[in-house]
């Protein structure tokens, strides 16, 4: 007597078997169990599922508008990288030392592929009929140690990550309309300031000087006695023409 | 009306067979989280190819004012971002659910391991979970660098170079996604552009195809 609707299916799939002699798993109709149409019972329940993971989403996407940084600068050579969290594994395995440099072909290609590869083959790697985990343990504990692996190099990535640089690395910058016949300016170009800080004030050796925030009196002290790598000493004018330098750098502001 | 509809189609199509192909056969108990709670690990699945679904119409929509040029690209994405209505969610859902997509497309492959689900004679559909698996992952690289911001322009850069030191077909690889043996820039944006939106998702249709047509051929694996 055929077994399920009247047919013989290899293992417990719905693919007819053709010869009877099953060394398979049994198929559903061996399990007495309260199993329902999926249209539209279960499909309702899908929806169900469903509505409640859309509502984290939204919550997800509302909370938190996702980055976008400044325009892409090809020149600047400072900006440490960042893949997306889901790659910083294997940034992480590239930074050690028999995985990167001469040895990049084994954290690039060699450690994947392997990884890769034997997730693709697991089926003809792992060929017995059981199926319960604790009676396949050499695939579960590779597995296991692969998942422990990706958690830790991870781990190690976010936390060696100078996250406050990264930020402020990839800011928008706006810029700010520079008025080069303004007397603060011609003060500004006079002085040694433009060598650091840029034609437009855009930094350069120096900090960017637009939105900086700070008052007039603030940035006369510092062209006086300097700040972090700025040495004193760097302005070498009158107080008037001060006046008008501060007041100048202290009015660019992006709108 | 609609049954009338369905009655004219169907007499000429014969389409209830097709019908019952998609939608007529039984749910087993162990995969019914109604019955067991613990049996929500089978709703991954599901839930990759709902985001799937969510980043294909969300991809749609960016796309109506994305501009894949190296001038315009982030001046566009920041506009969409900035002024045009809604276009923060539109983006914000497409970028959370490429997290979410990998997400969930991982938390399934860990099920499907762990339940030995993968073994004869399900051996096929396991292969081309993996390839669903890459295809994933390829959207995920292009799709970080279309904003042309900081973070994608240097993370492609480490990402290409990776690409390079494969022995002997390195170089070929490198210049076929770059465009170009030493630039990353203009035909770098447009082809991550059109990988993006036209290849993988291509690829990507296909093998989703195929992983459901042979999930429908064989079945939910059995209870362990």
């Known amino acids: 007597m055929h077994k399920g609707k009247g047919m013989k299916f290899v293992g417990d799939s719905r693919v007819q078997e053709k010869n009877n002699k099953s060394v398979y798993p049994p198929d559903y109709s061996e399990y007495p169990g309260k199993t329902e149409p999926f249209w539209p019972d279960f499909l309702l329940k899908e929806w169900m599922v469903g509505a409640v993971f859309l509502v984290g989403y939204l919550i997800l996407t509302v909370a938190h508008p996702s980055p976008l940084e400044g325009q892409a600068d090809p020149t600047n050579t400072g900006y440490i990288p960042m893949p997306d969290w889901y790659f910083l594994f294997l940034y992480q395995l590239l930074k050690y030392e028999y995985a990167s440099g001469p040895y990049n072909t084994i954290g690039a290609i060699v450690v994947p592929a392997i990884a890769i590869g034997a997730l693709m083959l697991a089926p003809f790697l792992d060929r017995g009929p059981e199926r319960k985990p604790l009676k396949r343990p050499l695939p579960?504990?590779?597995?296991?140690?692969?998942?422990?692996?990706?958690?830790?190099l991870t781990w190690e990535s976010v936390v060696n990550h100078d996250w406050a640089a990264a930020k402020k690395q990839g800011q928008i910058v706006k810029e700010v309309e520079i008025d080069q016949e303004d007397p603060g300016y011609k003060v500004?170009?006079?002085?040694?300031?433009?060598?650091?800080?840029?034609?437009?004030?855009?930094?350069?050796?120096?900090?960017?000087?637009?939105?900086?925030?700070?008052?007039?009196?603030?940035?006369?002290?510092?062209?006086?006695?300097?700040?972090?790598?700025?040495?004193?000493?760097?302005?070498?004018?009158?107080?008037?023409?001060?006046?008008?330098?501060?007041?100048?750098?202290?009015?660019?502001?992006?709108? | 009306m609609l049954n009338k509809i369905y009655d004219w189609v169907d007499e000429r199509l014969d389409i209830t067979p097709i019908w019952r192909d998609i939608a007529d056969h039984e749910v087993p108990e162990h995969v019914n989280p109604a019955h067991h709670f613990s049996a929500f690990v089978y709703c991954f699945g599901g839930l990759t190819f709902f985001v799937t679904v969510i980043q294909i119409l969300s991809g749609m929509f960016l796309t109506m004012y994305y501009v894949p040029d190296i001038e315009n690209a982030?001046?566009?994405?920041?506009?969409?971002?900035?002024?045009?209505?809604?276009?923060?969610?539109?983006?914000?859902?497409?970028?959370?659910?490429?997290?979410?997509?990998?997400?969930?497309?991982?938390?399934?492959?860990?099920?499907?391991?762990?339940?030995?689900?993968?073994?004869?004679?399900?051996?096929?559909?396991?292969?081309?979970?993996?390839?669903?698996?890459?295809?994933?992952?390829?959207?995920?690289?292009?799709?970080?660098?279309?904003?042309?911001?900081?973070?994608?322009?240097?993370a492609t850069k480490v990402g290409i170079q990776i690409a390079a030191s494969v022995p002997f077909i390195?170089?070929?690889?490198?210049?076929?996604?770059?465009?170009?043996?030493?630039?990353?820039?203009?035909?770098?944006?447009?082809?991550?552009?059109?990988?993006?939106?036209?290849?993988?998702?291509?690829?990507?249709?296909?093998?989703?195809?195929?992983?459901?047509?042979?999930?429908?051929?064989?079945?939910?694996?059995?209870?362990?």
């Open chain 1, 140 to 152: 579960v504990a590779f597995m296991l140690l692969a998942l422990a692996s990706m958690v830790y």
């Open chain 2, 74 to 154: 982030w001046k566009s994405v920041y506009y969409l971002q900035n002024e045009v209505a809604f276009g923060e969610i539109v983006r914000g859902m497409h970028h959370w659910g490429a997290s979410l997509v990998i997400v969930m497309m991982f938390l399934h492959t860990l099920r499907v391991f762990f339940t030995g689900s993968y073994k004869k004679p399900r051996e096929l559909n396991w292969i081309v979970g993996v390839l669903i698996f890459c295809v994933m992952l390829g959207l995920g690289f292009t799709g970080y660098l279309l904003p042309w911001d900081m973070k994608a322009l240097f």
């Open chain 2, 170 to 224: 390195g170089e070929l690889i490198k210049i076929l996604l770059a465009g170009d043996a030493t630039i990353i820039g203009a035909q770098t944006l447009t082809r991550f552009f059109a990988i993006h939106v036209f290849f993988l998702p291509a690829g990507l249709l296909a093998l989703l195809a195929a992983h459901f047509i042979m999930i429908r051929r064989q079945g939910i694996s059995g209870p362990l």
């Open chain 1, 188 to 255: 500004y170009a006079k002085q040694s300031c433009i060598n650091c800080h840029g034609d437009k004030l855009q930094g350069g050796a120096g900090p960017n000087l637009t939105n900086t925030g700070l008052s007039p009196d603030e940035i006369a002290k510092i062209a006086h006695e300097g700040k972090g790598g700025m040495p004193p000493g760097q302005y070498k004018g009158s107080d008037e023409d001060l006046q008008k330098l501060a007041k100048f750098i202290s009015e660019l502001k992006a709108e």
